[in-house]
C-alpha cells in the first residue's frame, strides 16, 4: 500500500528515515486520506507513530497552487502545550521540506507585551486559547480550513481542561471540517465526548490492557520517606545520566527545590514547568534535545507527546494521582502514568521507567496501577547498588532491534 500518491510527501518521509508504516499509520492512513475526507477518532500506544500519520493527512490535503492559496490556513492543529506545537510544526516541516509554497505557523502564548502578527500560512499548530483569540480578532482567517487535529485528545477534551475552547475554535471553523483526534487514552467519559466532537468518525481503538508500552522496563525502588526520595535520586544521577532522563514530580514548588539542591551538589539539571515565561521554556527544551542538558525535572507539562530519541530514562519521583477532595484513599491517575512512562520506549527502542514509592499510599497506588494495566512493576533492592546498576544498565544497554514502528 502507497500510503500517499504525492512523490515530494513521500521524499520527506524517506529524508525522516521512515522506512514502513507502522501498525497505527497503516489502519488510519487509508481512512485518513479517504475521499470525501471522514472523522477519525485515534488510539494507539505513545511513541508509535500518530504524529506522523496525522501530520501526513494534513499535508495531503493542503492546495499550494497559487500565492494566495499558500498564505490561507488549511490545516489547523491543536495541542494542550507549547512545547508540543513547536515539536509538530518540526514534524510539518521535516516531511513538508519538498512541498514547494509550504509556510508553517505557530499559535502558541507570546511573551508578556509582543502582539503575534497575521498568519500567513497553509498550517497552523498552536494551543486552543491563542488560535481561538487570533481567528477573533481576525489575525487568523478560518473559513477555508479543511482539517482540524487535536493531539492528546484526551487531554484537550476533559472539560476540566481545554475542552470548552476546544469547542469554541470548532464553532468558529467551516462546518464541513474533517476533525482528527489521536490520543494514546481515552477514558470512557471524554470517549462519549470525542464522539460528539467529532461526529460519525471512523473509530480506531485500543482495550486499556493493551495500552502499557512494550519495550519499557517498568521498576520501583522503595525509600522510607521524601528526604530519601531525594538522596536516592541523587544516587541514581550518574545512571540518570547514560542517555537523558526525565523525572516528573507533583508540584512547580517540588521541581525548583530539587533542582536548586542538585546543582549546589554539582549536578547539571534542567527544571521545565508550567509557570516559566514562554521563551525560556523553548530554550530549556532545545537544551535538553540538543542533550547540553541531560536530566530534565518536570511536572505533567511534558507528560505527554514529547519525543526527545534520547530518553531512556523515565523517574516517577512523585506517582501521577487523581485529585479527589473527600475520596477515601488516593487515586493513581491511570492515563497520566501510561503518558509519562511514554516518554521512554519510543519507537520501539527499550527504555526504563522507575516509580519512588515512599509509604502505604504510594504504594497503593502503584498496585492500582499494575491491577489497570495487567502489568508487573518489578521492585529492586535500594539496599544493593550494584544491582540497580546492572538492571538499569542491561536494560538500556539491550538495543532491540527497533520494532516495526514506522521508522
Known sequence: MSITRDPRILQGLSAMNFRKPSKIQERALPLLLNNPPKNLVGQSQSGTGKTAAFVLNALSRLDLSTEQAQKTPQALILA????????IVGVVQCMGQ???????????PADTNSRHSKIESSVVVGTPGTVMDMIRK????????????????????????????????????????????????????????????APQANELTLQHEELTVEGIKQLYLDCSDEEDKYKTLVQLYGLLTVASSIIFVKTRASAAEIEKRMVAEGHTVASLTGGIEGSQRDAVIDQFRAGQAKVLITTNVLARGIDVSTVSMVINYDIPELHQPGAPERQADFQTYLHRIGRTGRFGRVGVSISFVSNREEWN????????FNCTIQRVDTKDWDEVEDIIKKTIKNTRAQAQFGR
Open 138 to 197: 481576525r489575525v487568523m482567517v478560518a473559513n477555508k480550513l479543511k482539517v482540524l487535529v487535536l493531539d492528546e485528545a484526551d487531554n484537550m477534551l476533559d472539560q476540566q481542561g481545554l475542552g470548552d475552547q476546544c469547542i469554541r475554535v470548532k464553532a468558529l471553523l467551516p462546518k464541513d471540517i474533517q476533525v482528527v483526534l489521536f490520543s494514546a487514552t481515552f477514558p470512557t467519559h471524554v470517549h462519549q465526548y470525542a464522539s460528539k466532537f
Open 80 to 87: 494542550p502545550t507549547r512545547e508540543l506545537a513547536r515539536q
Open 98 to 108: 519538498f512541498l514547494d509554497g509550504l509556510n508553517v505557523s505557530t499559535a502558541v
Open 365 to 372: 497506588m502503584l498496585n492500582q496501577i499494575q491491577q489497570y
